[in-house]
């Protein structure tokens, strides 16, 4: 195993990749990163926000330079929560499959995604009806993550620990920062 391990988790939003993330990096002793928050860090303001006031467009350009940011020149490991739709762009699933080690996709039932989304106002693209979204969304989706994909997850029936540890477990021994 190299001295860094970079895990890049990617899937709809609601997945948990969040949630699963850093209880990842807990048991592996590695740093947490939340792509999503990086970009609203870099430009002062929400998700929601920037896709208001600028587009989608936009937020996948932004989303785009904080991606190679994050993963370039890395010297410590790292588990990255992607970003539902990182991979819509080939440039994002590029730098994702060269730079990772595993690229864990957490793959999810539509219903549980509406389920975890429900009571979260900042998710834009979800404005009308969510699960009509959602399932556009998985299906216009799913062949990139699969493509990207080193390693996939059914959620369904497991707590976010479990799939930490289903994670943590496939990916080795702890290793040092």
């Given at each position: 195993?190299?001295?860094?391990?970079?895990?890049?988790?990617?899937?709809?939003?609601?997945?948990?990749?969040?949630?699963?993330?850093?209880?990842?990096?807990?048991?592996?002793?590695?740093?947490?990163?939340?792509?999503?928050?990086?970009?609203?860090?870099?430009?002062?303001?929400?998700?929601?926000?920037?896709?208001?006031?600028h587009?989608?467009?936009?937020?996948?350009?932004?989303?785009?330079?904080?991606?190679?940011?994050?993963?370039?020149?890395?010297?410590?490991?790292?588990?990255?929560?992607?970003?539902?739709?990182?991979?819509?762009?080939?440039?994002?699933?590029?730098?994702?499959?060269?730079?990772?080690?595993?690229?864990?996709?957490?793959?999810?039932?539509?219903?549980?995604?509406?389920?975890?989304?429900?009571?979260?106002?900042g998710r834009?693209?979800?404005?009308?009806?969510?699960?009509?979204?959602?399932?556009?969304?998985?299906?216009?989706?799913?062949?990139?993550?699969?493509?990207?994909?080193?390693?996939?997850?059914?959620?369904?029936?497991?707590?976010?620990?479990?799939?930490?540890?289903?994670?943590?477990?496939?990916?080795?021994?702890k290793?040092?920062?």
């Amino acid at each position: 195993m190299s001295a860094s391990l970079t895990i890049v988790l990617v899937g709809l939003m609601g997945s948990g990749k969040t949630t699963v993330g850093k209880r990842v990096a807990r048991l592996l002793n590695c740093e947490f990163i939340d792509l999503d928050d990086v970009v609203s860090k870099s430009h002062g303001t929400s998700v929601r926000e920037i896709f208001s006031q600028h587009g989608e467009e936009a937020f996948r350009d932004y989303e785009s330079v904080a991606l190679a940011e994050t993963l370039s020149n890395r010297s410590s490991s790292l588990v990255l929560a992607t970003g539902g739709g990182a991979v819509i762009r080939q440039s994002n699933r590029k730098i994702i499959t060269e730079s990772a080690d595993h690229v864990v996709w957490l793959d999810a039932r539509v219903d549980d995604l509406v389920n975890r989304t429900q009571s979260n106002s900042g998710r834009p693209l979800l404005d009308g009806d969510p699960r009509a979204v959602l399932a556009a969304l998985m299906d216009a989706r799913r062949a990139w993550y699969e493509s990207v994909a080193t390693m996939k997850v059914d959620t369904q029936n497991h707590t976010a620990s479990q799939v930490a540890e289903t994670i943590a477990a496939a990916v080795g021994p702890k290793v040092e920062s």
